[in-house]
């Protein structure tokens, strides 16, 4: 390096001062969800990040569905299904109603929908972008 360069080297990801929008940053942390919300929030993730979890919830989509019905549509056991569905019930992403000794999931309401469908066009779109990704 030579006596002219800038003597601050910063990594690619790196900044070479503590703020560059101060009023964005601001902003931006004015409207960030409490630490609890977050938390909450990433739990959700969490639970979406399963595969057979994911498989169940996507397999509400279509409407109520009982455990033996989960259990066909996702490949899994009928007790892993009702352990799965026991989370969900917990974080409120599903909820289940009672037809004498049956119970029926479906999805919690039109935001675990939303965040469903947005994750497949995300992906398909993805596979839209990026066709070398085998299927």
């Known amino acids: 390096m030579n006596s002219s360069s800038d003597e601050r080297?910063?990594?690619l990801d790196g900044c070479a001062v503590r703020v560059v929008d101060g009023d964005r940053v601001a902003s931006v942390r004015e409207r960030m969800p409490a630490?609890?919300?977050?938390a909450d929030t990433a739990e959700v993730f969490g639970l979406l990040s399963d595969p057979g979890r994911l498989r169940?919830?996507?397999g509400l989509r279509e409407g109520e569905l009982c455990?033996?019905?989960l259990a066909a549509v996702?490949?899994?056991s009928e007790s892993a299904v009702s352990h799965a569905l026991r989370l969900l019930r917990a974080h409120r992403?599903?909820?289940a109603r009672r037809s004498g000794r049956m119970a029926y999931y479906r999805l919690d309401d039109a935001h675990v929908r939303m965040l469903l469908d947005l994750a497949v066009a995300?992906?398909?779109h993805c596979e839209v972008m990026h066709p070398?990704?085998?299927g």
């Open 74 to 76: 996702s490949g899994m």
């Open 122 to 124: 995300h992906i398909e």
């Open 67 to 69: 455990v033996c019905d």
């Open 93 to 95: 992403v599903v909820t």
């Open 56 to 58: 169940l919830l996507l």
């Open 9 to 11: 080297v910063v990594g």
């Open 35 to 38: 630490e609890r919300d977050l």
């Open 132 to 134: 070398e990704r085998e």
